[in-house]
């Protein structure tokens, strides 16, 4: 099976988000008719209509640079939020999965290995960045040498009367520095949140290219993962988080991703300790990397804003 062509696809159809958010962005800064009207000369009226509307587009602007309570990251643990990036901000995030199980041999042999910290990992290292107010790309490569490239779009943003926000999803994974056994995915973050105390989850994806290698003939080459996950503020700056993933339909060989963790948030940054019954953490690993052990790990995360 060529690799090539499910590739090929999730790239014209991030190009086509990115197309479709550069448009949005050259309306949204598009004169108004009565701007245009009065800047030809039209009557005084119209010209201090127009300036309340951009003193609002200014304070929307504004507000993606606070600090969300509700949904203070981009992930969490592993899945996506739906947390936007300022336009033309970004932000980095570090991750990292040790290696060695936790159930492994004795506690006694545990504690000298420091719960895991003495052995090898899994490191990733991710970059985002805001195109527009509501789309965001970035790449992710963990030390497996696997590359991620990914691509958000915001469709719908919470409001107080409704707080759900619905986001796209598009994403690519090569291993080998992305040269071979491409992954394409498409998927969606639906969120609800509960005022500045937290926020659920779900996101449902179809990721491409998981039986790999071919494990078991003429079976599903793709599989339909489902996110549900949760963050919930237990002090000021301290949080909960959980996150599952179940294969409802396709290939689903191995068991299901869980992860939990506890994280600080702190100005800029987000510090999670997290426990994951796998060391992957891009959209193909999820499905594939569950196992019946343990693994610590941790997520640090950075705004530039």
Known sequence: MDQRRPCLAAWT???LMMALASVQAQTADA??????????????????????????T???????????????????????????VPRFK????????????LG?????????????????????LEYRFGVTRDAQIGIYRTSDKTIQFFGQYLARRPTETLPVAVAVLLSAEGIDNFRDE??????????????????????????????????????????????????????ETVYLVLEFAPRVAGYREGDEH???????????????????????????????DATEDWFIGFNIARKFW
Do not use: C
């Open 182 to 235: 491409y992954s394409p995915s498409v998927g969606a973050v639906i969120s609800y949140r509960f005022g500045s105390r937290g926020a659920v989850y779900a996101q449902p994806m179809w990721v491409g290219n998981t039986n790999l290698p071919v494990e078991i003939v003429d079976a599903d080459d793709s599989t339909f993962l489902l996110g549900l996950s949760g963050r919930v503020r237990v002090v």
């Open 31 to 56: 004169p108004l008719p009565e701007e245009a009207t009065a800047a030809a000369g039209g009557t005084e009226a119209q010209t201090p209509a127009s300036e309340p509307a951009a003193a609002t």
């Open 90 to 101: 970004s932000a980095f995030r570090v991750t990292h999965r040790f290696a060695r199980p």
């Open 104 to 124: 492994a041999g004795s506690f006694g042999d545990l504690a000298d290995d420091l719960f895991g910290f003495d052995n090898g990992a899994q490191i990733g």
């Open 258 to 288: 869980v992860s939990f963790a506890i994280e600080k948030l702190v100005g800029g940054h987000v510090f999670q300790l997290n426990f994951s019954n796998g060391i992957g953490s891009t959209r193909r690993q999820l499905v594939r």
């Open 58 to 84: 200014e304070d929307e602007e504004a507000d993606d640079t606070e600090i969300d309570e509700a949904e203070p990251d981009f992930t969490v643990v592993n899945l996506p939020t739906a947390l936007p």
């Open 13 to 15: 159809l991030l190009a």
